[in-house]
Structure formats: C-alpha cells, structure tokens
C-alpha cells in the first residue's frame, strides 16, 4: 500500500479518472475501457479509502456504493418550486395552447422546444462550486425528501460538473425496459414481489433508506430543466440543454427545436408511433417555448406554468372478462396467482393472461373470477390487471383464495410471517425442477436454443432429468425417443445444449438460479471472481465488499456454496465439460475490438438483444446515439432519425444482410 502523501496523489487521479469514464459512457456514449477495467480502478479506490479514511470524500466515486441506511428522509424545500405541467390529449389541445401562448405574447412568432416526457421520478439536483451537495425528490412541488445519499449511487448522475458552477437542475431518474424485465425476473426467482413498472421499479429504487439497495438497482437519469446557475446564462431551452450537456449532466438526445405548432404536432405523432424503439418508457412529449424570457414573460397560474404544457399519448389499455384465476408454482417454489382472460388486442399484440403478483394485490384490489377488468402492459412488456369495474358485476363472480396444497406436487403451501409470497415446500416439486431448468435454458441464463416448456416437460415425464447438469448427458438417441422429434430435431437441440459448454462465466452463474442474482450481478460478480472456485470460497464480508452487492445478495451466494446438494450440481456440471472460469478472450476472437455500432429499426433475423450480445462477443460496441466516433450503422426496418445522422456524417451504413455477414452468421 502507498504512504499517505502518495495515496492522495494516487486517490485523486483514479478519481478522476474514474468520473472521466463515467462522463465518456452516459453524456458522450463512447466509453474508453472496459467494464472490468473500470471496475478495477473503482477496487483500487475503494482499497485507498480504506486504509487511509480521511481521504474519504462526499463527492468521491466510492460513495455510488451506497452508505449506512438512513433513519428516515428528511424534508428540504425547493427554491425554485418544481410545477406540474397542463396536459394536452390531442392535436386540437396543442392549437389551443398555441393561441393561448401567442395571444398572452402579442405576436405569432413561437419556436417550441419538444422534449420526450420520461416516465420516471422527478429529482432537483444542487450543485455548489461544481459538487453535488443536494438531491431531492419532488414531493409537493415546494418541499420534497432529502434523497442524497441514494442520488449519489446513480452512476450516470455526476458528482462533480466539469466547472465549477453553483446551480440547481432538474431531470428524471428512470430505469430501462430491459434492465426492468431483468430486474423483476431476479426478484420473481428469489420469491419478491415483482415492480408494476419501470417507473415504480425506479422510484421505489430511489426512496430506499438504505442507499446499497439503491446501488444495486440499474438507475440512470436525464437532465431538462436549467433551474439556476450562477456565473453562466442561456437565452433558450436549446441554449439551456446544451450548457448541461457541456456540465457532464446528461440530455435526452431525441429533443428538437420546431418553429411552428404544425411541427411540434408532427413531432409528437411521430413519437407517439416509435414510442417503443425506445429503450426506456415514455408517456407523452413536453413542449416548452424555447426562449426563456418570453417563458419568464408568461410567467405561471398557482398551479402550472404558461408556456409549457405536456402532450400526453392515449392510455394502452383494454378491457376484458377474468375467465380463471390458476396459480404458476416458480422455481423457487413460489406460488403466483395468474389471470386468465378472454383475448384481447393490447399495445399490438393478444393478451390471454396476466400477472396478479400475490396473493395481497388479489384481495387489495379485489379481482374475482368473472370480473370485467381493465389490464395493461406494464412497461410494455408484462400484462397486469390495472383495475377492477365491479359495475359490471352479475353476482355470480368468484372471491379467490390461495391453495393450501400445491396444485403440481400436493405439497403444502406456506405463507411465511413479513413475507407477500406464498411458497411451495415440497422438495420433490416436478413445477420447481421444470420452472429451474427453463430458467438455466432461458436467454440470459445459457440460452439453449430449441428447448422450449414443451420439451423440458416431456423429457421429465419421460424421467430423463433430474437436474439441469443431465441436460449435458442426453444423447440424440435419447431426444428421438421423445414425441414429435425425428433425427434432425434431435442432433440440432443436441448440439445446441453442448454448444453452450463453453458459455461465458457469468451466463453460468446466473443460470444456476441463486436467488437475487440476476444477469446483471453475475457479470458484477464474474469481475471479482473469475472461477466458480473462486466465489464458492468467498465469505460474506468480502462478498459485500463488491459493488453493489450487498448483505442480501452476499448471504444468498454464501448460504447456496454451503449445500452440499448445490455443490454436488455444479461438481456434476464440471462433470459434463461445462466451463467453471472465466477466460480472457484473445485479441484474435475479437475482429471488431474497437467499433462502435448503432442499431436504428427492427432486425427480422435477430432482436436487439441478440445483435448487441454478438457485438460485444466479437469486441464491439453498441452505442444509442450517432456521432463522428460510430464506425456503423445498422439499418433495419422502419428506421428512425439515426438513419438520417448517418448521412449527415458520411458513416459506413450497413443493411440487415451485410450485418449478418460481417457478424459471420450466414
């Protein structure tokens, strides 16, 4: 360890260094290093803290890690109040406003500035001499909750401007869909209740008084309002948008300057259409006059302010009858009430059944079989009952209650004391090994393509598996033996299955279904320990010594590395020829080390995901915006204004075909 004056040399450059990067991946999209590189440098600090603790800062990188829980928010008020906006439903909406603004202006001259609403938390920020010494939530507008600490966990929120500026801003703290989906996925497998949506997902996340549950939730944030600054001024919202950006704060990308309310009309129903390429929820647009004294000129009513107002789109929801209320025993041995409706159409695509998380969202919100409900997508992803409309009940609906045995095994089902899911005991549950099993197949986990439900239900019935490690020991013989498959189907499942020997570490690990690890704690994890070996022999205080694991996650990994039938499986898994280490990968394997791709429109050969998960196989980048450091854009179908960046650029565009070559997928 250094001496004391070189430690503070050394704290100082990795601190740097660190919110460099941090500025370079989330305001610039155009990162330096690599994950592990970066979590290395943040090991080193956290290291050099330790041993010399008054070299602890409140604005060092170390405290994104999260500190001790609070004992409760404390309330701060607002000095600049934080209004509602006036909400506008449609085209005729937006030419009222228009004539509202022009009129109270006394001239027909009014450029707009329209904003993608986000739909997540408000926060206020405050910064003194360039450092965050404020974040709060909203609250009422005037008064809101000293959220600090948490706000400090947010890496793409930064803890020191690139000037030393004293200002106040406002943004919104969001969650992505994809980071969504696998949150709640880790917390349906370790038997918590699942979030509605990403905008409850990301605001229970931010109100956690212990600000290490904060740190392990993927939380990002986007800045749009300049509330205050000193020593600096903008004349517009575009001039206002640009000097965050300049400060490190990030900015939405897809904002646009329209000179007429013909254009900002055109701009909402554009955004209304490709809502859902985005990565992250929106419900509406915000359109703002763009010069900041004629806004001043406007002036506000007590409630909402004169030259904004927000465009919101139609509400994606149906109505439909509850048919059936079943119960789905998970892999963990939860036990999850699950509606079944009459079809129906829902934000274009046919909805049959949807989540009812537990056992207390049936009876708070009173769904009976034979109810007429209104559902929706949460997220746009997860069906869900919204509402009950019990004027249309007969009578006849149905009151449900949890089974008190379990439908699969006929085991107990117990309810244990502060938890809100019930759970199956039984050892032996034939839904536990199937629903655990489809996970380890699951994208994500090992991703064994062909080997669906249908098929792990059949080969346990046909008593061919006991356990995810006897998956690597089938035969073709074996799989032909099975319904509906002839030679072919069974050499392509069984290569499929032995393909994945050689999967990445940390598709491993989270395959293995260790409660609270999800994808994106397992790549944490593969970091700090790159063997199996390796993590089984860590204990718990140096497990919560990673970032953003904490005691929870930590007590899971150890208590799992202590049953010897879990050491048995992945002895048995080692067995089989599946990889138990991390590997480096070799400058040879990775042609594109380097590139940077942007993904614009759908690909019919693969999703997304897919198509970002070769890149990053082969040593590439997947970026979301489009600027002088891409090296490609991929063009799909019905691409959006990305397409048009890359013109403006001269950069190399490539079709869905030229992609697939390039990727080696022919």
Known sequence: MFDHDRAVERAA?????????????????????TDAEYDALMRELISIEEAYPDLRTADSPTSRVGGEPLPIFETVSHGTPLLSLANAYGPEDLLAFDGRVKKALGSDAASYMCELKIDGLTVALTYERGRLVLGATRGDGERGENVTANVRTIRSIPLTLRAERTLSVRGEVYMRRGDFARLNEARAASGEPEFANPRNAGAGSLRQLDPKVTAGRPLEAFF????????????????????LKALGLTVNPESRLCRNIGEVTAYCEEWGRRRHELPYEIDGIVIKLDSLAQQAQLGATAKVPRAKIAYKFPAEEQITRVLEIAVNVGRTGAVTPLALLEPVEVAGSTVSRATLHNEDYVRDKDIRVGDMVAIRKAGDVIPEVVRVLPEGRSGGEIVFAMPDRCPECGADVIRLEGESVSRCVGSACPAQLREGIIHFASRGAMDIDGLGPQIVSSLIEAGMIHDVADLYLLTRDNLIGLARFAQKSADNLHQAIQATKDNPLYRLLFALGIRHIGENVARILVESYPSLDALARAG??????????????????????QEEQNLRLVAKLRGAGVRMAAEAREAETQPLAGKTFVLTGGLEGMSREEAEERLRGLGAKSAGSVSKKTDYVVLGKDPGSKYQKALELGITILNEQEFKELLGVF
Do not use: H, W
């Not at 020593?231 to 948008?241: C, M, R």
């Not at 904490?550 to 590395?561: H, Q, R, Y």
């Open 13 to 33: 450059e990795l601190r740097a260094r660190i919110e460099r990067q941090n500025r370079l991946y989330y305001t610039l999209d155009r990162p330096e290093i």
């Open 224 to 243: 749009y309002d300049l509330l205050l600054i000193e020593g600096a001024q903008a004349e517009t919202q575009q001039d206002a948008l640009s000097l």
């Open 540 to 561: 718990q205080d140096e497990l919560e010594n990673v970032p953003a694991i904490g005691p929870k996650i930590a007590a899971s990994i150890v208590s799992f590395f």
